[in-house]
């Protein structure tokens, strides 16, 4: 019962900041439990850094770390540099914003791809690698990045290997006319996140990761996620098709968002609804494709459709 009301006082805490997003505070919730980590991608002042900064507050204990990418960031300014201290003659590391439990990358793809990829073995493996010295990343080390349309000026597209440490993708559109009224509202006198207390530990998201393992996963739903990002591996419009990782994140999640919902186990359906976020920001169309106005995200729907559901 306390893991269940953990995961209801988180979603009502960030949903009481991001008017008419419930949907989509609560996929990334489950990214974050899940142990993934998320891209938002939208236009400006749509709340991708409201919502960061919302889950970062509703945790208590918890380190929270923002980075501003900009064309000059260098590497070291997300790892760390070893500096020489004079006194001892030796060099002193000083770790960088990577090293804490939630890391808001903001506009990432402002940066170069060769800072960019500062990220690649942090996210991926959970370790970082300094002068030769392998430093572990421990805690909940979750990266929340955003980032606005490729097409925007001043941008870079963020590379495969990239794109495909990020477990989900996901957009927060714009709010009806009622809710931005409300947001309107809330911000008369003060941010509502300035107004947002902490509503549950460190310890017990560590907790809510642990039971998102144990939520039941039959050897079909298994099979099932294979052969629906298999389906991408042969698809004519598909250059770079998801691999393996994308299976192991759809799964994670899955289990993850189960727990928000307050089940025991992972239905197709539920699958289903994660399937496009999980996978469609992985692929690489062929040309012909992108100039057709055919959209991964299209793809992956015609395969849930196309993908013959365990009964």
Do not use: W
Not at 84 to 94: A, C, G, I, N, V
């Amino acid at each position: 019962m306390s893991i269940k009301n953990t995961a209801a006082r988180l979603e009502s805490a960030i949903g009481s900041v991001m008017h008419g997003q419930q949907e989509v505070v609560r996929r990334v919730l489950a990214c974050m439990i899940s142990g993934g980590h998320v891209l938002l991608e939208d236009f400006p002042g749509t709340g991708k850094t409201t919502l960061a900064k919302a889950i970062a507050k509703s945790i208590s204990s918890a380190a929270f770390r923002r980075v501003q990418f900009t064309p000059d960031l260098l590497p070291s300014d997300i790892l760390g540099i070893s500096v020489l201290d004079p006194r001892t003659q030796e060099f002193k590391f000083h770790p960088g914003p990577v090293f804490t439990d939630i890391l808001l990358a903001d506009e990432i793809n402002r940066a170069s791809p060769r800072t960019q990829s500062a990220l690649l073995e942090a996210m991926g493996e959970r370790q970082a690698t300094i002068d030769g010295q392998r430093y572990d990343l421990d805690g909940l080390f979750f990266v929340i990045a955003t980032q606005n349309p490729v097409e925007f000026r001043g941008t870079y597209p963020l590379p495969e290997a990239q794109m495909d440490r990020f477990a989900m993708q996901c957009s927060l559109g714009y709010v009806s006319a009622a809710e931005e009224v409300a947001i309107l509202s809330d911000q008369t006198d003060t941010h509502p996140v300035d107004r947002l207390g902490a509503v549950a530990s460190r310890e017990e998201i560590l907790e809510l990761m642990t039971a998102a393992r144990q939520v039941r996963f039959s050897d079909e739903l298994r099979h099932y996620i294979v052969t629906l990002v298999g389906a991408t591996r042969g698809h004519p419009s598909v250059q770079l098709a998801a691999s393996p990782r994308a299976s192991l994140a759809l799964m994670k999640v899955s289990q993850a968002l189960a727990v928000f919902q307050g089940v025991d186990f992972v239905s197709p359906e539920l699958i289903q609804s994660l399937a496009v976020d999980v996978i469609a920001h992985r692929l690489v169309l062929v040309p012909e494709a992108k100039y057709s106005g055919i959209h991964a995200r299209q793809i992956v729907a015609d395969l849930i459709e196309q993908t013959p559901v365990p009964v």
